[in-house]
């Protein structure tokens, strides 16, 4: 028997995660991982090569990314998510909340921007597009946070809570819309947040915390909702195979505790990355200084000085 229209047998057995980890590509998302690795690593060679450098860390960090989306779109747990809400829970919430932070800190924009080559005068290649995009509106709005935190919102209550989920859950065209939705909305949401590409958007970090704070509350209300829910809420996941051996409810239940659960962890990922980052942009702004005191003889200290000894001469001059 069929699950949806996939093509995939509905009698798997009970769910271990060394189950769920088995090997089981779906062919866009692993051409899509493979491309993603490609391009970056040409990227990274072709900098190398012209002798310019590019941090390892952010090699890594695009690495992991890229390995996090194959985690669970070209394993098991993508079978297993088709019939157990608490497993596809797990896809969405690493799709769409740890590997979009993940790959940002890899700078693949600034990568490209830096890698690609410069087009002659009059044309337009690849980078003179890419440039073009960054500054178009439509990245402007799309990135704009009276945009990203509505859709992020959206997401998860207007999916999940309308007969559109169970449409898209229906065939394998519309799974890898979802999934490629979920990703999508995760980027643009942490783009202006984590900062580290250029974009239209540079708030000051106080700023991205409030706008960071400002989606967070809502993932954890949505996992409250399944969590206290008396009945299966969701069509595709009511009536799960025999073979998995789980309640409908109790399933549903462990996938609203982990919607609740993960909203904590971009929040203390995207935290510790703002808090090292306005840390590194504080130290640049004290070299620059520095550097200028070194070149003008520290003329505003001096000048400094000058006004506390005006001041204290007058107070004298009182006296």
């Known amino acids: 028997m069929d699950h949806s229209g996939h093509g995939m047998t509905m009698d798997l057995p009970p769910f271990t995660l060394g189950r769920g980890l088995e090997l089981s590509p779906e062919p866009f998302f692993l051409v899509g991982c493979l491309v993603a690795l490609g391009l970056y690593g040409w990227g990274v060679v072709r900098l190398r090569r012209r002798g310019d450098a590019w941090p390892v860390s952010r090699t890594v960090m695009f690495t992991v990314g890229v390995l996090s989306v194959a985690l669970v779109m070209c394993t098991?747990?993508?079978?297993?998510?088709?019939?157990?809400?608490?497993?596809?829970?797990?896809?969405?919430?690493?799709?769409?909340?740890?590997?979009?932070?993940?790959?940002?800190l890899g700078a693949p924009i600034t990568l490209a921007?830096?890698?690609?080559?410069?087009a002659g005068r009059g044309?337009?290649?690849?980078?003179?597009?890419?440039?073009?995009?960054?500054?178009?509106?439509?990245?402007?709005?799309?990135?704009?946070?009276?945009?990203?935190?509505?859709?992020?919102?959206?997401?998860?209550?207007?999916?999940?809570?309308?007969?559109?989920?169970?449409f898209l859950?229906?065939?394998?065209?519309?799974?890898?819309?979802m999934m490629v939705h979920f990703l999508a909305v995760g980027l643009v949401f942490f783009w202006p947040i984590m900062g580290v590409d250029p974009g239209p958007h540079r708030p000051g970090y106080v700023m991205r915390m409030l706008e960071l704070f400002a989606g967070m509350p809502f993932h954890a209300f949505f996992g409250i909702a399944l969590m206290m829910a008396s009945e299966p809420m969701i069509g595709t996941y009511s009536s799960p195979p025999a073979s998995l051996g789980i309640d409908a409810l109790a399933d549903q239940?462990?996938?609203?505790?982990?919607?609740?659960?993960?909203?904590?962890i971009p929040s203390v990922l995207v935290l510790i990355a703002l808090v090292f980052q306005w840390y590194r942009s504080e130290q640049r702004v004290a070299k620059r200084r520095d550097r200028a005191a070194d070149r003008d003889g520290d003329k505003e200290l001096e000048a400094y000085n000058a006004y506390l000894a005006s001041l204290q001469a007058r107070g004298n001059r009182a006296g």
Do not use: C
């Open 76 to 104: 098991r747990l993508n079978d297993y998510g088709m019939v157990m809400f608490s497993v596809h829970m797990v896809q969405h919430m690493v799709i769409s909340m740890l590997s979009p932070i993940v790959l940002l």
């Open 169 to 177: 859950m229906g065939s394998t065209l519309g799974h890898l819309a």
């Open 113 to 118: 921007l830096r890698a690609l080559p410069v």
């Open 123 to 166: 044309r337009s290649g690849p980078r003179e597009l890419l440039l073009k995009l960054l500054h178009s509106r439509y990245i402007r709005v799309v990135t704009h946070p009276a945009f990203t935190i509505p859709l992020f919102i959206a997401s998860l209550y207007g999916l999940y809570f309308t007969p559109l989920f169970d």
């Open 253 to 264: 239940n462990a996938a609203g505790g982990i919607a609740w659960a993960f909203s904590e």
